[in-house]
């Protein structure tokens, strides 16, 4: 047909040019004229005919590409001014811009115009909900050139010889890839076309993914992780200009934002944009500080919308109906009407057959509505509003849950962000049947670990049957799931020890041993350390009998097993039984390293920091120095030995070396040390070894405390701010293992502040240190407590430098000062120096509240106390004596004892001389002053000697 179209033309045109050629001639009688008129007619009219069929040809090609294409390209939903607008939360709609992500994006726009071949056809981008996998992929779809297409994919069927049929190069965005049944296919039919075909696959959990399609497996070094970006100021500029959009999109005046949002640390980019979008409807829930309360705004935002649909609906249909029609076929997969109708029946009010022109008119309603998934469940975007709705009407209607195998995936999905939804995802959970290890696989790879979820899950696994233990043995369960990990390994356990007593063959009792070992770490963390040291000891009794007559790496277990021990006798608060077990450990591991490979010296080195630290728990700080110091030497050969390797393990030596040097007061020698630490760590994060961030972290917040301890004011904040910045970053990657460290760092940077006289930041640190560690001990109540005291002490201390917070400091102090006193009367060996510590504030702020009497009652309790702790380690706790008794004498003198107010400010100084003498450099200063105030005192001029 192109053929003869182009034949036709080019005649016509030649026949019109001669045509007015010879008019031309006859009107001029000059050939010569005629027959450039000719030529130029001719090639102006060939012009004008080809950029016709030019035009043409595109626009024949470009709808021929466009319906070929068409499966990628979500439909635009029909908006009328009742509509919903929650379809903007999802990303093809979006109107705000991709925020924080430019090397990102950067990257994987290379990766799809470089067209390398070698580069590969799929990048996985993973990372948890809501933190913005799809707005990316989205904004990378927008940077591509003019030539490429791209969308969302909708059906794989036939997909990739559609685009290579197109002739242009292609961008399939793959949401969700879970769901994607036919995902292996796609990508094993999309790598035979790497110059024509780019896949984007968006996962919560690459690895998850990998497991359950093989084909992806092969694709896991080409994987973007999506962490949380910005800081607190950005996530305001943002909220900002996301509810401004919203207004403008909708075309609706713009909202009044208040000053300040407050932002939870587990929230994603999600949340920011549905608070935007509350506020920018003026919703009474634009305030809401929890996720529950906002997609319940949501969800009857939602609601209401369908209410212009009702009377086009059957008689007696009402909001209520219509959600329990909207969550049964979202629960439940329907390929068409008439199957959508048919489940309808498990409503009540629509089980009788004369109910069938309802059921359809219902079922094509809701079809309508909304889109369908890949495995045809109604899909109410985004999610956040249809998984609210979903639990809701569980809730009324927990007969819907009948089909258990069928509402589980929707189930799971909610409960990422619901946690109500818990009772009845458990409960689908027991009703998988032979299937329920696949589904404890799923809940833990899916969603997010908390405590409640973690026992509930922990009850599930008892329940599995014995026949079936292996395979989730085989599936190794996350150190977020604890509990779960406690009850897999119970199990383990009474596998291995039937085993034993079928037989008397040695590796039967091997693997119990094993099995004894990890239940104990795993009791450890959970706070069961009675039973954790039950399972260690039982353990090491196993292992010294197969060491006896076993090979040498039998030895090496034993002590590995003698470690756990001493760990969990700590825990359960006997120290000297811990103390014996370390000892006997580095023993053995001395021995071993004596005459054995280089390996066996790491193993020396671990057992010596493990046992220095705990020496120096113990206050026996010389002996632990001897350990921290042959540990740090061993692990300084090794990394001189092999550059590159250990210079991690060496660093972290010299971090706990630091700290058991400011515990011996040397602190300069700490200062040193941890100098030294934070270099070699910096070097190596700043390598990209992000793994070793937390050490880093831990460098810096000890060299922050030694500054501090120094009176180095500026230094401290510095090292301090670093440590919370990183700890900060952690946190919000892992909430589960970091919160904890990030709350001691925080009350730390509290403290550093305070020194530099920065009062409002400090107390604001302060209270979000405390807060971190009350919200903590709620998840977890038998914990935490000696952390929440901490906070609580430092808390006192910064409220007391405020004159009209000293009534809000005193109750503070006093909180502080009945939890140590609890925790020291149940293990006295501990707490002696921090209960100290904040009687002796809380004497300080009684004497500057006006309450005399009273502040010379507490701080006689804190000298005391002190001086029973300076007698035992005078080189530590002396100078802290000094200051007590300092305290002593101030409130003397103001109840007007004059006489006793000297002698105690005479003990002072003779305890400051003793210091300035061991120390003079750190403690001279100290003395001079306390020097002064006793001549003040006395009313005498004393030399200063």
């Known amino acids: 047909m192109k053929l003869v179209w182009r034949q036709w ?4 045109n030649n026949l019109l040019a001669v045509i007015l050629a010879i008019t031309i001639n006859l009107l001029t009688d000059d050939a010569t004229t005629a027959l450039i008129a000719f030529v130029a007619i001719l090639a102006i009219l060939q012009f004008v005919m080809a950029r016709f069929q030019g035009e043409k040809e595109y626009r024949a090609q470009q709808s021929a590409r466009d319906a070929l294409l068409r ?14 607008p929650l379809h903007l939360l999802t990303a093809p709609y979006s109107p705000t811009p991709l925020w924080g992500r430019t090397a990102e994006r950067r990257a994987l726009l290379k990766w799809c115009t470089d067209r390398d071949e070698g580069a590969g056809v799929v990048h996985v981008v993973s990372g948890p909900t809501g933190v913005g996998k799809s707005r990316l992929a989205r904004a990378v779809a927008e940077d591509l050139p003019d030539e490429w297409a791209s969308g969302w994919l909708l059906s794989a069927d036939g ?26 296919t796609l990508v094993s039919q999309a790598i035979l076309h790497p110059r024509s075909v780019r896949l984007l696959v968006l996962t919560q959990d690459a690895e998850l993914l990998a497991r359950q399609h093989h084909a992806i497996a092969a694709y896991l070094s080409q994987v973007t992780s999506l962490k949380p970006v910005g800081e607190f100021s950005d996530w305001q500029r943002w909220f900002g200009e996301a509810a401004r959009s919203y207004a403008r999109t909708l075309e609706i005046p713009p909202p009044n934002l208040p000053v300040e ?12 944009h549905v608070r935007a979008l509350v506020a920018a409807l003026n919703r009474s829930g ?25 009377a086009g609906l059957p008689i007696g249909c009402d909001l209520s109906v219509l959600g329990e029609v909207v969550t049964t076929l979202s629960l439940l997969p329907a390929q068409n009407t008439h199957t959508a109708a048919g489940l309808l029946r498990r409503l009540p009010q629509f089980a009788e057959d004369s109910s069938q022109e309802s059921r359809f008119a219902l079922a094509r309603w809701a079809r309508s509505r909304y889109l369908s998934s890949p495995d045809h469940r109604l899909d109410l975007a985004p999610h956040l509003i249809g998984d609210r709705l979903v639990v809701d009407v569980l809730t009324r209607c927990p007969s819907l849950l009948d089909d258990g195998a069928s509402a589980f995936p929707a189930l799971v999905r909610a409960y990422t962000n619901y946690p109500d939804a818990l009772p009845m995802l458990i409960n689908c959970l027991l009703q998988q049947g032979n299937e329920l290890v696949a589904g404890i696989r799923t809940v833990i790879s899916t969603c997010s670990a908390d405590r409640e979820l973690d026992h509930a899950l922990g009850d599930v696994v008892t329940q599995i049957d014995p026949n079936e233990l292996k395979v989730l043995i085989g599936y190794r369960i996350p150190e977020r799931f604890p509990q779960v990990r406690c009850a897999v390994g119970l199990m383990l356990v009474n596998r291995d020890r039937a085993l034993t007593t079928e037989g008397v063959e040695q590796q039967a009792r091997v693997n119990l041993a094993n099995s004894l070992y990890e239940l104990a770490i795993d009791l450890l963390k959970v706070d069961r350390a009675d039973e954790s040291l039950v399972a260690a000891v039982e353990a090491a009794a196993l292992g010294r009998e ?30 000297d039984n811990a103390l014996t077990w370390a000892q006997e450990s580095t023993d053995i591991l001395r021995t071993l390293a004596s005459d054995g490979p280089t390996h066996r010296q790491q193993d020396l080195a671990r057992a010596l920091q493990k046992q220095g630290m705990l020496l120096e728990h113990m206050d026996k700080t010389t002996e632990a120095l001897s350990n921290l110091r042959e540990s740090e030497s061993i692990w300084r050969k090794r990394a001189a030995d092999r550059p590159g390797k250990f210079e991690v393990q060496h660093a972290q030596s010299l971090v706990d070396l630091a700290h058991c040097l400011r515990s011996a007061n040397q602190l300069r020698d700490a200062l040193h040390t941890l100098e030294k630490a934070a270099n070699t760590l910096s070097a190596v994060v700043q390598d990209g070894a992000d793994e070793h961030r937390s050490s880093l972290a831990a460098a810096f917040q000890g060299l922050g405390t030694a500054h501090w301890e120094l009176d180095q004011h500026q230094e401290a904040v510095e090292a301090a701010e670093a440590a919370v910045t990183i700890w900060r970053q952690l946190a919000l990657e892992e909430p589960h293992r970091f919160r904890p460290e990030l709350a ?3 009350g730390d940077f509290a403290l550093c502040l305070s020194s530099a006289g920065q009062h409002t930041d400090a107390l604001t640190h302060a209270q979000q240190a405390a807060a971190i560690w009350r919200e903590l001990r709620r998840s977890n ?35 502080a000062i009945a939890e140590w006193k609890a925790l020291r009367a149940e293990e006295p060996a501990l707490y002696g120096a921090e209960l100290a510590f904040a009687l002796r504030n809380q004497g300080t702020t009684l004497l500057s509240a006006g309450e005399r009497d009273q502040a010379l009652i507490t701080c006689n309790e804190a000298a005391t106390l002190w001086r029973s702790l300076s007698d035992a380690r005078p080189e530590r706790h002396a100078p802290q004596y000094a200051v007590a008794l300092g305290t002593v004498a101030a409130c003397l003198s103001a109840l007007g004892r004059t006489d006793d107010a000297i002698e105690a400010q005479r003990n002072a100084v003779r305890l400051w001389r003793e210091c300035a003498q061991r120390d003079p450099e750190l403690y001279e200063s100290s003395y001079r002053s306390e020097w002064d105030l006793l001549n003040r005192l006395t009313g005498e001029v004393t030399p200063f000697n």
Not at 171 to 178: K, M
Not at 789 to 807: G, Q
């Open 781 to 815: 109540p038998g914990g935490h407590r000696a952390a929440v005291a901490r906070a609580t002490s430092y808390l006192a201390i910064i409220l007391a430098e405020s004159p009209d917070r000293r009534n809000d400091a005193l109750v503070a102090g006093t909180t």
């Open 286 to 310: 634009a305030h809401a500080s929890t996720m529950r309360q906002l997609s319940t705004e949501l969800a009857e935002i939602e609601q209401e919308s369908w209410r212009t649909d009702l």
């Open 71 to 84: 499966p990628l390209q979500p439909p635009t939903p029909a908006r009328t001014k009742s509509s919903s």
């Open 159 to 184: 997909l990739v010889e559609r685009i290579t049929a197109c002739l242009e190069p292609t961008l399939v965005i793959v949401d969700d890839a879970e769901q994607i049944a036919e995902l292996d």
């Open 744 to 746: 001691r760092a925080v």
């Open 9 to 12: 033309y080019v005649w016509t």
């Open 261 to 272: 949002t407050s932002f939870n640390s587990s929230d994603s980019m999600l949340t920011l």
């Open 546 to 575: 197969l060491a006896k007559s076993g090979p040498v790496h039998r030895q090496s277990t034993y002590a590995m097993y003698l470690t756990q021990c001493c760990d969990s006798s700590v825990a359960a608060g006997n120290l």
